[in-house]
């Protein structure tokens, strides 16, 4: 399974573009891939939760939620695990 620093750099390389398409959104990416972008925090949230719920993503894989901005002021990393079809967090740095 790969660390946190997978979705920093992915976030970096895709933050240019980011910035220029959904200043002030935020991004959801788990690994090397971008999830999606929403419109606040709750719906990132509620996104990668149905991710996991879904199965989509691996038990206890690294999701980054971070502010799409220059300087980001909300970056949200935590290892969901589903427990009986619900996605629980391990742990949230913020």
Known sequence: MH????EERTFEALKPDLVRSHPGWFAVICGRRLLGVFETVDEALLASSRAFEARLLP???PVL???VAERTAVR???RPY???G???SGT???
């Open 3 to 6: 660390g946190a620093e997978d």
């Open 59 to 61: 038990d206890g894989a």
């Open 65 to 67: 939620i971070t502010e």
């Open 76 to 78: 949200v990393m935590a």
């Open 86 to 88: 619900a996605a629980t």
């Open 82 to 84: 589903a427990r009986g």
């Open 92 to 94: 949230i740095e913020i």
